[in-house]
């Protein structure tokens, strides 16, 4: 396996692959993403191990909309119609794809989802040291805080913290599944090898990263506008205004699915087999 170092442009070009695959298949993607996100919010309300299993269940999520970009995208380039024209994939091929790929690597996505949990744990319990303990003791064992607790300087500090402590975590696991599955590495090493390409190709992940919050941006003015249009007429029409809620936060989700479906080209311009 060699890392491949892309020019900084690289990563407006993820950017538009991964928005151009997205249409090709948005029900199939939508539907994965989401039932991904069901299973994961369904099992982080388990009592007390919820919030520890949960991250076991990360890197099935990240592999998982990856394997469907990657059979979205092939098919999109590669397949041809009798009429000479480019195929387009279909959701089942994408579900059968991502379902071969968790039966296959599911040893190997529980020891990186094992390590995320783990990491988790530390992070949270470091917390301690900010807010006396509140915020571990409400993600690990369920013990609610008070208002006044959520609404407190050290906790809201605690909760930064975590999120700072966090980004590593989010970054060493960007590639590690794609890593195993597609190259065979071990998820210890997996984990190396996408912090490495990460740092090395600086440039492009950072303009990525840019790229999608420009995205966001813009989708989030153009659907608060119409957001604003919905509950301005919900004062004279009931539910006008629920509409326009639920479209933001549908906006939202279907907005992180297409981020999401982006990252396989980061992982496939980053690492060569041979």
């Known amino acids: 396996m060699k890392l491949h170092i892309v020019p900084a442009r690289t990563g407006a070009e993820w950017v538009r692959l991964g928005l151009k695959t997205f249409w090709r298949q948005p029900l199939a993607f939508v539907s994965l993403f989401f039932l991904l996100m069901a299973l994961i919010s369904t099992v982080s309300l388990l009592p007390l191990v919820g919030s520890v299993l949960a991250p076991i269940l990360l890197p099935f999520m990240t592999l998982s909309l990856m394997v469907a970009t990657s059979v979205a995208y092939t098919d999109n380039a590669e397949g041809v119609g009798t009429a000479g024209h480019a195929q387009r994939p279909t959701g089942s091929a994408m579900f059968v794809a991502v379902a071969a790929a968790m039966r296959t690597e599911w040893r190997a ?37 008070s208002a006044e607790t959520l609404a407190s300087s050290d906790f809201q500090v605690a909760r930064m913290f975590l999120m700072c402590l966090n980004l590593p975590l989010s970054l060493a696991m960007w590639h590690a599944p794609a890593l195993v599955h597609w190259h065979g590495v071990e998820p210890v090493k997996s984990i190396f090898f996408s912090v490495v390409a990460l740092f090395r190709n600086f440039g492009a992940y950072a303009l990525f990263v840019l790229a999608w919050f420009g995205v966001f ?58």
């Open 109 to 145: 996505l529980v020891k990186l989802g094992v390590i995320s949990a783990a990491y988790f744990v530390v992070a949270v319990l470091l917390t301690s040291f900010i807010d006396g303990g509140q915020l571990a003791r409400a993600y690990l064992l369920d013990d609610m805080p």
């Open 217 to 274: 941006l813009l989708a989030g003015i153009g659907m608060g506008l119409i957001a604003t249009v919905l509950i301005g007429v919900g004062a004279a029409a009931g539910g006008a205004a629920l509409i326009g809620n639920v479209l933001i936060v549908g906006s939202a989700l279907v907005l992180a699915a297409m981020s999401l479906s982006s990252t396989w080209f980061t992982f496939r311009d980053s690492f060569d087999p041979n």
